[in-house]
């Protein structure tokens, strides 16, 4: 066995039978290069990019390409060029020699191709034959020329290689078949799950691993899935990711026509839970295109942990623009390490809430704007990678409330986020969420009166355990007020529980759901200086949240400082 480091390192490989292209001889001082697997292209789409795969130490020279109609054998060169229905064109670096079929690439330090690519036209079975040399500076290229143009006689050194491309229709390569069984993988345990593969062509065998349509991505700590072994039959040579599938982990062998069966052992961590995975295998016999076979099998993780959802801490900044970050379930490192932008110009707005938790998958109640006119605005989540929809207008008039809270499902069950707003006298209104687009708040219902002596409104979602949404309440004395959620829309609060003092030291706070994987709705605040704080709940009414935490790694300290809402 060897272990090979991807060129990225991203990933390392753990080989289960000899892998071609071991290190030449010739690379132990000097240069020398590795041609991969030879090029099959279909009629009208893609290209070959007649780059070697890698190379050792730095070039300095010129590589030689040789393109034949015919094998690599004859000195006399009488098929020089490539055949009809395929085309070369030259990257920059490159030139075509006097002689057909033959092109000059410079090599110093990177190294410049051609790419041949086939015409849609191309007749299935056309082959052009590839051979390389290589000139060292200050050496004699025609003699590179004539051992490209008999690459076929020599060894593979690293400084000469033949291969071929050969064009193959869709209807052909459809022949290969894949069918995949992938058997429940049990948390801490094992499971050997397999491949079948009819080979009509030499292929390479790739099969990944992530999570089904409909869930979160994975975070690199959560995805306790490795590949252990795979087996391998003769007509393949296979190697394997080591470590944590989140990883980039895969299973991939190189197949040469014929029936095989490869399995390969999944182990799951203790902790993993119950995610719904997908195995993805693709043959790819076409190095370049969108035609080659491929199959997908969904297997479940048996574990009595659930997967939760993660949610976006959304703020605004002094700048006017509006950014999350992504919460990643972990306690100790509770966002990822940058923050991304979901647009600029929301300082036009002199109130602005979020509806809900809204998720790393962009879905939640989304946000509404109150502008400097009294107009309300409504953004729903998007669903896709854009976090927000467009806005729509909710109506005019808004400018009679001097604070706004979204407080998720206030009302007893019905799923859909509901809005406070508390008026200039101090009455606090209840608008109960409808879940249309285009209506999105039914008529006001009064909450009560006495709520003038707050500085602060933020819905806490439930912070208590009781599956019901709570709402926080900071007083003009830097007093924290716990209101318990009671789900009905008449009462919707009951009496107010002491939190705790000295909570004026904070400018901004958010609750963006549970960022700690345990169920319970936690809070972010921002402190006068700008540095971001995490309160873990606890799920106790009485002492509803834990000593906090600073929030570090997650993302630029200026940016972060600059926030003057969050949400």
Same mark, same amino acid.
């Given at each position: ?41 279909? %009629? ?43 085309? /070369? ?83 052909? !390569? ?16 094992? /499971? ?89 295998? !693709? ?58 932008? !979901? ?99 039914? !008529? ?67 609750? %963006? ?55």
């Amino acid at each position: 066995m060897r272990r090979i480091l991807a060129v990225s390192g991203s990933v390392a490989l753990l080989a289960t039978g000899a892998l071609a292209g071991a290190m030449p001889a010739a690379a132990v001082d000097s240069f020398a290069f590795e041609m991969g697997r030879d090029w099959t292209l279909m %009629p009208g789409e893609g290209r070959a990019e007649l780059r070697p795969d890698s190379w050792y130490n730095e070039a300095d020279g010129t590589l030689v390409y040789a393109l034949s109609k015919k094998q690599l054998n004859d000195p006399a060169w009488a098929a020089g060029g490539v055949p009809a229905g395929l085309a /070369v064109s030259l990257e920059s670096g490159c030139k075509a020699a006097s002689t057909a079929g033959v092109y000059l690439c410079d090599a110093h330090g990177d190294i410049s191709y051609p790419e041949v690519s086939a015409t849609a036209t191309a007749a299935h079975g056309t082959t052009a034959y590839l051979g390389l040399a290589y000139a060292p500076s200050g050496t004699n290229v025609d003699k590179a020329v004539k051992e490209a143009q008999t690459a076929a006689t020599y060894s593979e050194d690293g400084l000469h290689a033949a291969r071929t491309i050969t064009v193959k229709s869709a209807e052909h !390569v459809a022949q290969n078949t894949l069918a995949l069984n992938t058997p429940t993988l049990k948390a801490g345990d094992s /499971v050997t799950q397999s491949i079948t593969v009819h080979a009509v062509d030499a292929g390479h065998l790739s099969i990944m691993f992530g999570p089904s349509e409909g869930q979160r991505g994975w975070e690199e700590s959560e995805a306790d899935i490795r590949i252990d072994s795979v087996s391998r039959g003769d007509n393949t040579t296979c190697d394997h990711t080591l470590g944590s599938v989140a990883y980039g982990g895969e299973v991939r062998c190189d197949i040469t026509p014929g029936d095989v069966t490869i399995d390969y052992t999944l182990t799951a961590g203790a902790k993993m839970a119950a995610w719904k995975v997908d195995a993805s295998a !693709v043959y790819e016999v076409y190095n370049w295109g969108t035609h080659n076979p491929e199959t997908s099998s969904h297997f479940v993780i048996d574990s009595p942990y659930p997967v939760r959802p993660h949610h976006l801490l959304l703020a605004r900044g002094k700048d006017g623009l509006l950014r999350y970050h992504h919460g990643t379930g972990s306690a100790s490192q509770p966002f990822r390490d940058y923050e991304e932008i !979901v647009g600029h110009g929301w300082n036009i707005y002199n109130q602005l809430t979020k509806l809900a938790p809204v998720t790393v998958q962009a879905g939640g109640g989304g946000l509404v704007g109150r502008d400097t006119s009294g107009v309300l605005w409504h953004y729903r989540t998007s669903g896709d990678w854009n976090t927000l929809a467009g806005r729509t207008k909710v109506g005019a008039g808004w400018n009679v409330y001097n604070k706004l809270a979204g407080v998720t499902d206030l009302t007893g069950g019905d799923g859909r986020a509901d809005l406070l707003a508390r008026d200039t006298s101090g009455v606090l209104w209840l608008y109960k969420g409808t879940g249309t687009n285009t209506a999105p708040f039914a !008529v006001r219902t009064r909450v009560g009166g006495g709520w003038g002596g707050y500085n602060e409104l933020t819905g806490s979602g439930d912070v208590t355990g009781d599956g019901r949404a709570d709402l926080l309440a900071r007083d003009t004395s830097g007093v924290l007020w716990l209101y318990k959620g009671t789900g009905t829309a008449a009462s919707p609060f009951a009496a107010r529980t002491r939190v705790g003092g000295g909570w004026s030291a904070y400018r901004s706070m958010s609750s %963006p759901g549970d960022l700690t994987d345990d169920g319970r709705a936690d809070l972010v605040v921002q402190d006068t200086s700008g540095v971001l704080w995490l309160y873990r709940a606890t799920g106790s009414a009485t002492t509803p949240y834990a000593a906090r935490v600073k929030v570090t790694g997650a993302g630029d300290t200026s940016t972060i400082s600059g926030y003057n809402t969050l949400l």
